[in-house]
């Protein structure tokens, strides 16, 4: 008996001498290497619109606008490492004194109508600072066209015997485009990878077509938009 047990634990001794050894591997993962980047972005938020004024040669008018609310979207790609490119829009109704040189029986003058027109802003964006979690700088980059559309006065109908050239329902042109190159400079707070407020000061430069101006005339004129919105990652990298 005392053999039998002898013979089985020379046995088992040589099962455990043989086994493979089997190590366990610890995978180390870096840190924040699980979180995935954002494909692209999408935001949108409201803004303070100011134009400097514009002097129409084709209708020989002059636009003073007004300060007006701005309403803006943006659909962005990620490139990585808080840059995206991507497509920009904007739309605001903005008030103005709608200037027109008349004659009259002193001689030429210039009438003021009171009237609004709507703007459109829509362009290419290069963004820095979008993903970035925490408090950090935020640079736009933007290139398009700034469209007026449907100029229109205020007045719904003119007195009978009015003192000055009154000017009702559609005004001149119907539609006018010129390209635009708009830098914007602010601040976002990234609430995590994927989502974040801002708030961007933007200058814009435009260029007026020159049909009808003189060479003294001036064509190019400023926009200038505060900015505030949210951006909201979409998909993953």
């Known amino acids: 008996m005392r053999r039998l047990m002898l013979l089985a634990s020379l046995l088992a001794l040589t099962l455990v001498v043989d086994a493979p050894?089997?190590?366990?591997?610890?995978?180390?993962?870096?840190?924040?290497?699980?979180k995935k980047e954002p494909a692209g972005f999408v935001s949108g938020g409201i803004?303070?619109?100011?134009?400097?004024?514009?002097?129409?040669?084709?209708?020989?008018?002059?636009?003073?606008?007004?300060q007006a609310l701005e309403y803006h979207a943006a659909l962005e790609y990620g490139l990585g490492r808080?840059?995206?490119?991507?497509?920009?829009?904007?739309?605001?109704?903005v008030p103005l004194s709608y200037q027109q040189l008349v004659?009259?029986?002193n001689g030429p003058g210039v009438t003021a109508t009171d009237a609004h027109v709507n703007v459109f802003d829509i362009g290419a964006q290069f963004a820095?600072?979008?993903?970035?979690a925490g408090f950090h700088q935020?640079?736009?980059?933007?290139a398009g066209v700034i469209a007026f559309e449907n100029f229109r006065s205020d007045a719904d109908a003119c007195p009978a015997s009015p003192t000055y050239v009154c000017q009702t329902g559609r005004l001149r042109p119907t539609r006018d485009l010129d390209p635009r190159l708009g830098i914007?400079?602010?601040?976002?707070?990234?609430?995590?990878?994927?989502?974040?407020?801002?708030?961007?000061q933007e200058y814009g430069v435009a260029l007026h077509q020159s049909t009808g101006l003189s060479g003294s005339d001036r064509r190019q004129y400023q926009q200038q938009t505060t900015k505030i919105g949210f951006r909201v990652g979409l998909g993953a990298r």
């Open 21 to 34: 050894v089997v190590r366990g591997q610890v995978i180390t993962v870096p840190k924040g290497g699980l």
């Open 47 to 66: 803004g303070l619109l100011a134009i400097q004024g514009v002097f129409d040669g084709t209708t020989q008018t002059g636009w003073d606008f007004s």
């Open 82 to 93: 808080g840059s995206s490119i991507g497509v920009t829009a904007s739309y605001a109704s």
């Open 103 to 105: 004659n009259t029986p």
């Open 128 to 132: 820095l600072g979008p993903g970035s």
């Open 138 to 142: 935020v640079v736009v980059i933007n």
């Open 184 to 200: 914007g400079y602010g601040f976002g707070y990234g609430f995590a990878s994927r989502s974040e407020i801002y708030l961007i």
